[in-house]
């Protein structure tokens, strides 16, 4: 059984502090390890993609790195505007389902 | 291009009745998913729909049930509502070749 764990599960930040959000998996062959943002009443909003180990993706103040047991998404010199929940989700690569497994998320507080 | 869409935004249902929640994919997507997110147990994967089949589904009682049009627009219905079923119901959508996943607003269901 697929299982994603995310720590901690709550981070408060001062603007321009950098940190890093934590996701451990197991998954029976992973096709992907996607992050997600949450904006409170709202849906998620897709940020990254990472299919392997190695593997890094940037989008402004955001990157995502993935090894064989965990994934990091590191926060640079955050702003109040990225004060979300962030979710962290495997997709595993048995054929014909694209099922997501979600940890509980990171709610990221970043104060001014 | 228009993302996913979903209706009504929030219900307020009483124990014992059914309810019906419609999602629309973004256009070109054939693939839905249906997911409910609660405080407790975070997002949790309810069943996911290809070419009016459903493809897999998660482990949730038979009184959720759900169907795909042939125009890919999904429906997902709940029937003898209990206080637990309160939560927030995401749909997402994806091309069949392209893994990522992408979510509507919700449907925020409350069962009085």
């Known amino acids: 059984e697929d299982q994603v764990t995310q720590s901690p599960e709550a981070l408060r930040l001062q603007e321009g502090e950098s940190s890093s959000l934590n996701c451990s998996y197991t998954?029976?062959?992973?096709?992907?390890l996607f992050w997600y943002r949450q904006d409170p009443g709202k849906g998620p909003e897709f940020l990254f993609t990472l299919y392997s180990a190695g593997e890094e993706k940037e989008k402004e103040r955001l990157k995502a790195t993935l090894t064989k047991k965990e994934s990091f998404l590191h926060i640079t010199a955050p702003k109040p505007e990225d004060s979300a929940t962030y979710l962290c989700?495997?997709?595993?690569?048995?054929?014909?389902?694209?099922?997501?497994?979600f940890g509980k998320g990171t709610k990221l507080s970043v104060i001014p | 291009k228009a993302g996913v869409t979903q209706t009504p935004r929030y219900l307020i249902k009483t124990r014992g009745q059914q309810v019906t929640l419609s999602c629309s994919p973004i256009s070109g997507h054939r693939s839905v998913s249906w997911y409910q997110q609660t405080p407790g147990q975070g997002l949790q994967f309810l069943f996911e729909?290809?070419?009016?089949?459903?493809?897999n589904k998660g482990n949730f009682p038979g009184r959720f049930s759900g169907r795909q049009f042939s125009n890919s627009r999904s429906e997902m219905n709940v029937s003898t509502l209990e206080l637990g079923d309160s939560a927030l119901y995401l749909c997402a959508s994806n091309r069949d070749v392209e893994e990522t996943q992408y979510f509507g607003p919700g449907t925020r269901l409350l069962v009085l």
């Open positions: 989700a495997v997709q595993h690569s048995g054929a014909g389902s694209y099922q997501l497994t």
């Open positions: 998954v029976s062959g992973l096709r992907g």
């Open positions: 729909y290809f070419s009016e089949t459903q493809r």
